[in-house]
């Protein structure tokens, strides 16, 4: 569905992912790995438009997107859940899933929107709530919600866990099946392994910018080295610590 060729992007002058060869199968869930500063954050602003891609191309189902804008991409069936959720505070559930859906038709915005609340049964509880008012774990399914609002392919979803109860982290994790069920493809960044490698049916790895592993979900999870890196057992030193 997605493929990255020889891609690099940054901020400026500064590179923060250089030659990286990546593909997100269609509706399978991606797991971006690596640790802090590994450029796993500007991979997929870059995929959404919001950093600027200094090589390369970014290709979905067999598109060049990369010279569009944000909203373009969005348009052409790829959302983002960003790091820290970003709803807006002061707007209500429901009005937070209407923005979601701008890009769509009103009559496909309203069948799009039970179909949300549906897989977060929390919003529909609290959909007349200011959304700042809403507990860490239900403000990032309102976050995912609205994602889904413009009816995405693929769902970009940048430190799921951060800061939730691992209830909450439980059900989000669910939702992200679900959507896989769908045939709505999930790329994913985050930070705890542990919860990415269990429901991942692709990996890839990025140390220091680089793409340092790259394989199925299930080799994955049985790869020694894979695992010792993430937990701090062994080092990470590019791809002499991680089997190619």
Known sequence: MLELADFACGYGLVQAVEELDMTVPAG???ALLGP???GKTSTI???AGHVEVQRGRVMFENEDLTRLAPAERTRRGIALVPEGRRIFPDLTVAENLIVGGYTQPVADAQHTQESVLALFPR???RYRQRAGLL???EQQMLAIGRALMARPRLLMI???SLGLMPAMV??????LLDLKQRNIAVLLVEQNTHRALAVADHVVVLVSGRKAYEAGGEQARQD???VDSFLGLSSVDGSESLKQ
């Open 45 to 47: 602003l870059a995929i």
């Open 123 to 125: 919003l529909r509880d």
């Open 28 to 30: 399978k869930i991606t």
């Open 170 to 175: 439980d059900l989000c994790v669910q939702a």
């Open 135 to 137: 507990s860490g774990g």
């Open 158 to 160: 940048d430190e799921l």
């Open 36 to 38: 802090n500063g590994a």
């Open 224 to 226: 020694p080295a894979l």
